[in-house]
């Protein structure tokens, strides 16, 4: 959690078609925390990717939590479900992927909670000089 920000949750059901919602959620996000316009581009693709996958492994009534927190060099989104104990994005699918699932992230961890599995995506800013 970052010391200096509020982090903002999302609350979503299991319905694909918000996934670009989440997106742009996480676009705007990251280009306010200083993020270039390209690089807050593809964490958007990368988190529309892991929702969309999320929401096809999730049952209907079931629903995702995305937490949003940007610190001084970063921006990193938590996408959480409570369940199984299956991240929002599957090694399989990185794999048929050859990782371009989530090129836009820079680094992913998963962790088991409870019953809640939290997948975090990271992005670093880099400014351009």
Same mark, same amino acid.
Do not use: W
């Given at each position: ?6 982090? $903002?949750?999302?609350? #979503?059901?299991?319905?694909?078609? #918000? ?27 990368? $988190? ?9 492994? #999730? ?19 938590? $996408? ?13 699918? $990185? ?25 975090? #995506? ?8």
């Amino acid at each position: 959690m970052p010391t200096d920000a509020k982090p $903002i949750r999302l609350y #979503l059901d299991a319905d694909p078609r #918000l996934a670009a919602g989440a997106g742009g959620a996480a676009h705007y996000f990251a280009e306010n925390a200083g993020m270039p316009h390209e690089a807050a581009s593809e964490l958007q693709t990368a $988190i529309i990717h892991a929702c969309t996958e999320a929401f096809d492994s #999730l049952s209907d009534d079931a629903h995702l939590e995305l937490e949003f927190a940007a610190f001084a060099d970063r921006v990193e989104i938590a $996408i959480s479900h409570e369940g199984g104990p299956a991240p929002a994005i599957g090694l399989d699918t $990185i794999v048929k992927t050859s990782g371009k699932a989530l090129a836009g992230v820079d680094r992913v961890q998963y962790e088991q909670l409870g019953k809640s599995s939290v997948t975090r #995506l990271t992005k670093y800013i880099r400014l351009h000089s």
